[in-house]
């Protein structure tokens, strides 16, 4: 993503400010009591790692963690001094031994142990992940990488993403049927809400598709880039709202997305696309040897950068806007609060814009890649 000098300094300037209220530093120790405190705190280590937070900072790292995963169930916000959590709960479907399928409502917000026909099932608060468990819900963590080594069923649960994906998608299907059936019944002029998104439809076939995949083959992407454009911001839009919804914040949803447009690359590709990667015309018989691999790597890093590209923006930027918004429940102080409040109030207007850029930069890579794919071959090469 390209970032102007002015708003790149501004996040400099930003980090620096901030970087006192932040440290990290280690507290001093008397070295003679270092192996005590150490073996002491192993032996604390399993305990406070499940333990609920109890300072503001801990809270605020445990909310952020929490914001960015996914869920079992659509929590907008809980009351702390009751305890209650304001949400709806979504259905839970797991394959083990045959579909297990229940209500997250067991999970009691992932305190509880989930029962399905004789057996037990508990949500890690550190992945979010559902593990097989015994009745009192125990999950060991192995000693060395800290990850859990029960068994996890397949999940195919309806979760917070994929109803955020639900969503996006019925109102893709909404919008642009009306837009569609509009130009049916006007000759071509579009009416209703569709009026706001023809400008950005036009926008994409003369400024992206057509440009760059060209006149004679531009019709065949279309319906697909005009999908991926919306989706993905239609989802990011959806990131922005304080639900904790984190979708292409997601790494297996960007990489489904790469995939997509991998798979559509190299299935309407024509020979000369595929000349150009093992047999490249114009260049040294041994120099392409060379280069051949080189090229068949390129053409699974273009989608590796499409779903790194995506993905680290926008879980980046929730991750710094949540952090900035937590500044302010521990500064406790009008200065911290409202400067924290003035500086994640303009993060958010920047999160905006890196909304649609990012929807553009898919969209305008994947139109690279389709317009790679089609290339027709050039006859000053025939002659080299």
């Not at 530093?25 to 005590?36: I, L, R, V």
């Not at 605020?60 to 960015?68: E, G, M, R």
């Not at 009691?108 to 015994?134: L, R």
Request: hydrophobic share 50%; net charge negative; aromatic share 14%.
């Amino acid at each position: 993503m390209v970032i102007s000098n002015k708003a790149l300094s501004f996040i400099i300037a930003t980090f620096v400010v901030c970087l006192p209220f932040t440290s990290f530093a280690n507290p001093e120790t008397d070295t003679t009591s270092t192996q005590t405190v150490a073996t002491h705190e192993v032996a604390k280590s399993a305990h406070e790692a499940h333990a609920e937070p109890t300072d503001v900072k801990s809270k605020v790292k445990a909310f952020i963690k929490h914001h960015v995963l996914d869920s079992h169930e659509f929590s907008f916000f809980q009351d702390d001094e009751t305890g209650v959590h304001y949400g709806f709960a979504l259905p839970v479907i797991i394959w083990d031994n045959g579909f297990q399928i229940f209500s997250s409502s067991k999970f009691e917000h992932g305190e509880a142990v989930a029962e399905s026909n004789g057996n037990f099932y508990k949500i890690n608060h550190h992945d979010g992940k559902i593990y097989k468990t015994d009745a009192a819900g125990t999950i060991t963590e192995d000693g060395k990488s800290g990850h859990p080594t029960n068994v996890r069923p397949l999940d195919l649960s309806i979760t917070k993403s994929v109803v955020s994906i639900m969503i996006a998608a019925l109102l893709m299907f909404i919008i642009f049927s009306g837009l569609a059936k509009s130009y049916a019944k006007n000759n071509g002029i579009a009416s209703g809400v569709g009026r706001i998104f023809e400008p950005v439809v036009l926008y994409i076939r003369d400024e992206i598709a057509i440009p760059n995949i060209g006149e004679k083959h531009y019709k065949r992407y279309m319906s697909y880039l005009l999908t991926i454009f919306f989706f993905v911001l239609f989802l990011n839009i959806f990131g922005l709202m304080p639900f904790g919804i984190n979708v292409t914040g997601n790494l297996t949803i960007t990489f489904s997305l790469a995939i997509l447009t991998f798979l559509i690359t190299n299935f309407t590709a024509n020979k000369n696309y595929w000349g150009h990667i093992f047999w490249m015309p114009g260049v040294p018989k041994v120099m392409r040897i060379v280069l051949a691999p080189i090229e068949l790597l390129g053409v699974f890093i273009k989608p590796f950068s499409l779903m790194i590209r995506l993905y680290a923006n926008i879980f980046a930027g929730h991750i710094v806007l949540m952090s900035i918004i937590g500044l302010m429940f521990i500064f406790k102080s009008w200065l911290g609060s409202s400067l924290s409040f003035g500086l994640s109030f303009a993060l958010s207007i920047l999160e905006i814009l890196v909304a649609f850029l990012q929807a553009y930069i898919f969209t305008m890579l994947s139109a690279l890649y389709f317009g790679s794919a089609v290339e027709e071959h050039h006859h000053e090469e025939a002659h080299h």
